[in-house]
């Protein structure tokens, strides 16, 4: 048998084994790929389901096989050498069933604890990306829209930063556009000196924006000169400019607020960054021919959509489609992204599909979705609130974001003061794990769910101990890191002396679910869903406690030394999760 160095991903390696055995039986298919699934059924760990689909091309080819078992039988037989296959089995019509060799899932297992977890993360063929996420609007509120999209988008990017991608975490703000008019002029009216405008002088961008609107609509005089505003600002007048520079610094305060509660890290270029590279972009597509003129308007007519692609609006002026064909533009050239990734809601869709339809038609994109440069939308549903309506507050408000994570803090704290903990904990250590759990809560209960699907938002339910929440995964984490104290041993010593034997059925179930990290954390990142995560994560805990914990005594056993590094592999691979979630571990419970 072959060495087999465990690159992680289980099911690639697999699948190149079969490769050998297809390119055998079949040489003149060459473009007949493996497919490999887990399936932990009872024949199997893993199973190649080519056999039928072979069977179908090549029937009536005058070949020697007589049927999808017999394809599968000599998929099997041609099977080259390996140490990671225990045995094989064929099922059914021609299933080739795979039985891991648990002397290799051992040993991939106690190379990790030796060169780390990072040995485990998926190989993609992306060199850098951009992650297009978070992206409030100045001015406007900072609503759960946003809030989804940072959590989702956050993921995304730790994920592909594991995955040794180079990320560029852009914040693309609404910065421009014809509300700053109304903003500036009646700034102006508010403060005549603009070096007096300060937060707190200003109190609630929010309510700022509303009675800036509500002006702008009541009175003609100041609707005219809030378009003269805009006129001037983007003239680059340095009053009018001063004065948006201010506006946006105090939104930007605002935002910041709920990122560093979060954790997260965002770079911001917005859409007036943009703004100087719309002309130079948009002359290239009129040269291709794309751009017509429609109603007054220059317009991109597209295929299969009933509505032209707007890039410059009867006034004139630019629009989100011209910024956002412009933005596509520079990610591409400038920072030559080979894979450029956008998270807004579903609502957004439709835009999407036709700017990337018509950066496809300029050439900017390979028609073909398979080849690099790509682009991909990633949508999401609506968050609720328990009346299945938006969520919103009871005055049916816009719920202000940091409001809401102090909540979950509050909450949380008032759960860990339930139990106790007061006479236990200092202050310091209550407040801390009170933010950990209260925003991690927060985060699981959104990344969990398949990011299209609505979802609602109870704090109730996220912060139960019980269930599929990070508050029970958390614990369960706490609980392993406990388990491994208390046993007095050296784990760092073990993990170069120990060796770890998966005899008992509950281990060789843990040791299997823990080796399928890599492939999840793969599908995660190429069809970019946390849930796929969140529910890998759910599961290893699941099978920790059920298969492995309830069956297997650690502490005090003869397997104690094998069992220990299970039980750290467990937490190893728990902590990678919570990181790539954006989950912060707590270890005292
Ligand atoms: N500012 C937009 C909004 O609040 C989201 C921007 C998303 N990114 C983009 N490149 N269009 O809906």
Request: hydrophobic share 40%; proline share 3%.
């Amino acid at each position: 048998a072959t060495e087999e160095e465990n690159v992680g991903n289980v099911k690639r390696q697999l699948a190149k084994l079969f490769e050998v055995s297809l390119r055998t039986i079949v040489p003149d298919e060459p473009e007949v790929e493996p497919v490999v699934v887990a399936c932990a059924g009872k024949f199997g760990d893993y199973q190649c389901n080519n056999a039928m689909g072979l069977w179908s091309k090549i029937k009536g080819k005058g070949t020697d096989f007589k049927g999808p078992p017999s394809v599968g039988q000599a998929i099997m037989k041609n099977l080259p050498k390996s140490e990671i296959i225990e045995s094989c089995s064929v099922a059914g019509p021609g299933f080739v069933n795979v039985v891991l060799s648990k002397k290799w899932i051992a040993k991939s297992i106690q190379k990790m604890l030796i060169d780390g977890i990072e040995k485990w993360a998926p190989q993609l063929q992306i060199k850098r990306a951009v992650v297009d996420f978070s992206s409030p609007n100045i001015a406007k509120e900072m609503h759960v829209g946003h809030l989804r999209s940072t959590i989702i988008g956050d993921t995304l990017a730790r994920t592909l930063e594991f995955s040794n991608v180079e990320v560029l975490r852009r914040n693309h703000v609404g910065d421009w556009g014809t509300q700053f008019g109304m903003l500036i002029e009646f700034l102006f009216e508010k403060f005549p000196n603009v070096e007096e405008v300060s937060e707190t002088a200003i109190g609630d961008l929010q309510a700022f924006y509303k009675a800036s609107k509500q002006r702008f609509d009541d009175d003609p005089a100041f609707k005219e000169r809030a378009q003269q505003a805009v006129v001037r600002l983007q003239g680059g007048e340095p009053k009018y400019r001063n004065a948006w520079l201010k506006i946006c610094e105090i939104s930007r305060k605002e935002f910041h607020r709920v990122y560093e509660r979060l954790g997260v890290h965002l770079e911001e270029k917005g859409e007036s960054f943009y703004n100087p590279y719309i002309p130079g972009v948009l002359k290239e597509l009129s040269d291709l021919g794309l751009i017509e003129e429609s109603q007054g308007a220059r317009v991109i007519f597209l295929e299969g959509f009933n509505i032209p692609l707007i890039v410059v609006k009867s006034d004139g002026g630019y629009n989100y489609a011209s910024t956002d064909l412009t933005a596509l533009w520079y990610r591409l050239n400038e920072e030559k992204a080979d894979w450029i990734i956008y998270v807004t809601d579903v609502g957004q869709q439709q835009h999407f599909d036709m700017f990337f339809k018509a950066a496809k038609r300029a050439g900017w994109l390979p028609t073909d979705d398979t080849l690099k440069p790509k682009v991909t939308h990633v949508g999401f549903g609506l968050v609720l609130g328990e009346d299945g309506k938006r969520f919103r507050t009871r005055s049916s408000e816009v719920v202000r974001l940091v409001d809401l994570l102090d909540e979950a803090k509050d909450r949380s704290k008032t759960a860990l003061l339930e139990r106790g903990k007061a006479e236990e904990w200092t202050e310091k250590e209550l407040d801390q794990t009170a933010e950990a759990v209260g925003y991690s809560a927060v985060k699981y209960a959104d990344l969990k769910n398949n990011r299209l699907t609505n979802y609602t938002f109870d704090f109730d339910q996220m912060l139960n101990d019980k269930g599929n929440t990070a508050v029970y995964l958390l614990y369960a984490h706490a609980r392993i890191c406990s388990i491994i104290r208390k046993s007095g041993r050296n784990i760092e010593e073990l993990k170069k002396t120990g060796e770890i034997v998966l005899d008992h059925m509950g281990e060789r179930e843990l040791g299997l679910h823990l080796l399928q990290f890599s492939e999840n954390v793969e599908e995660t990142c190429t069809n970019l869903l946390p849930n796929v995560l969140c529910e890998y994560l759910y599961n290893l805990s699941e099978v920790f406690t059920k298969k492995f914990y309830s069956n297997c005594q650690v502490v005090g056993s003869p397997e104690e030394t094998s069992r220990l590094l299970l039980c750290e592999a467990t937490a190893i691979v728990m902590r990678k999760c919570f990181n790539l979630l954006g989950i912060e571990p707590v270890y005292k419970i």
